[in-house]
Structures are given as C-alpha cells and as structure tokens.
T-cell receptor, first 117, second 107 residues
Framework: GAVVSQHPSRVICKSGTSVKIECRSLDFQATTMFWYRQFPKQSLMLMATSNEGSKATYEQGVEKDKFLINHASLTLSTLTVTSAHPEDSSFYIC?????????????FGPGTRLTVL | QQPVQSPQAVILREGEDAVINCSSSKALYSVHWYRQKHGEAPVFLMILLKGGEQKGHEKISASFNEKKQQSSLYLTASQLSYSGTYFCGTVQGKSTFGDGTTLTVKP
C-alpha cells in the first residue's frame, strides 16, 4: 500500500515552454501533498504544501506564478512549471500524506527529472 | 527550523553498525526517517511520535529522546543494500528535512 506515482519521470524541454508534472496517490486518499525540489547531493527543499480544494501554501522564495500547483482531488496534484528556463532544471519530487491516525507520514513519488535546454 | 544531522557521511564494511543522529533546538512534534538511493525518490522508513519511543524493523531501528529534540537511526549488521542517503524530517507547520547522511557500505 501507500503508492504514489509521478508522471513524467523525465522531461526535456526548450526554454520558454511550460511543463506539467502529475502526482497521484494510487491506493489512498491524500489530504495533503507536498512538492519538493532537489539539487544534486542536496537535501529536499520544500516548495509548497497543498491541500485538496484549497490554494497551495508556497515557501518563501518560491514564485507562485511560475510554479502553479493544483490539488483538484484527494488523489491528484499537479505542478506546472511555466515558461521554464535552464535554472529550473532539477529533480522534482512530490509526496502525499494520508492524514490518518499517524500524522506527518509522507509517501514519495519516484520524482521527475526536468532538463530545460 | 531545519533539523541537524550528523555525521555527514559514513563508510562501513558489510556487517558493521552505524548510528545517524538528528537533532533540533526545539522539541519536535514528530520525526521521520527516509532513505534515498541515487537518482531515486526517498523511501519512508519510520516515524516516531512520542518522547522515549523506540521503533524498528529488521536491522534498522530508531529512537526519539524524552525531550523530543533528538532522534537516532541505528543500522546494525549493515548490508550493501543499506547504502544511500538518510534524511530525518519533521512537519511542524511545514515539512523540513535535514541535510542528509550519506552511508556507503562496502563488501
């Protein structure tokens, strides 16, 4: 149980294009989903926290208009990188929390490696 | 506030033990441990909620001290598959992770 999928796993795009990344909880309902960015050999950097049906809470320094997050249902959240530039190249990881009697448990998706040319 | 992990890196031989520490200047509501292999997403290991709690499965266990300011991850009789980067994390208002401890197990 507790499987989270992410799609696509890898994307290469040209500068200026937008990229959408999907995060799905396959066998549980995720009351909260988190989006992270990770640079090589570094820790996970939280970008935003989203709850189903409400606006995402972005971390300081993360541009809301550039990284659009939609949490449309209890099993799906999307991250859209708008007008991507080479500096947006990174490993993006989502996680989902079932919000059950064990709080804070996060199950991670496999990640999406974005390369912007 | 980001938890502080130590050591930054550990190199072991198969069968040896390791301890990874995670500390905070303030009491944490909970602490959770993850392992990440190169190029992959983190995998949840366990979560500790109560001061004084100890938890484990197989040869990997963890403790949470009474003040809930320090947690340690214990890896005993390490196997090659234990290699990876271990992160501790907490969610207090927002999710934060330590900088990670890279564990390398050699034959």
């Amino acid at each position: 149980g507790a499987v989270v999928s992410q799609h696509p796993s890898r994307v290469i795009c040209k500068s200026g294009t937008s990229v959408k990344i999907e995060c799905r909880s396959l066998d549980f309902q995720a009351t909260t989903m988190f989006w992270y960015r990770q640079f090589p050999k570094q820790s996970l950097m939280l970008m935003a926290t989203s709850n189903e049906g409400s606006k995402a809470t972005y971390e300081q320094g993360v541009e809301k208009d550039k990284f659009l997050i939609n949490h449309a249902s209890l099993t799906l959240s999307t991250l859209t990188v708008t007008s991507a530039h080479p500096e947006d190249s990174s490993f993006y990881i989502c996680s989902a929390s079932p919000g059950t009697s064990i709080p804070d448990t996060q199950y991670f998706g496999p990640g999406t490696r974005l390369t912007v040319l | 506030q980001q938890p502080v992990q130590s050591p930054q890196a550990v190199i072991l031989r198969e069968g040896e033990d390791a301890v990874i520490n995670c500390s905070s200047s303030k009491a944490l509501y909970s602490v959770h441990w993850y392992r990440q292999k190169h190029g992959e997403a983190p995998v949840f290991l366990m979560i500790l909620l109560k001061g004084g709690e100890q938890k484990g499965h197989e040869k990997i266990s963890a403790s949470f001290n009474e003040k809930k300011q320090q947690s340690s991850l214990y890896l005993t009789a390490s196997q090659l598959s234990y290699s990876g980067t271990y992160f501790c994390g907490t969610v207090q208002g927002k999710s934060t992770f330590g900088d990670g401890t890279t564990l390398t197990v050699k034959p």
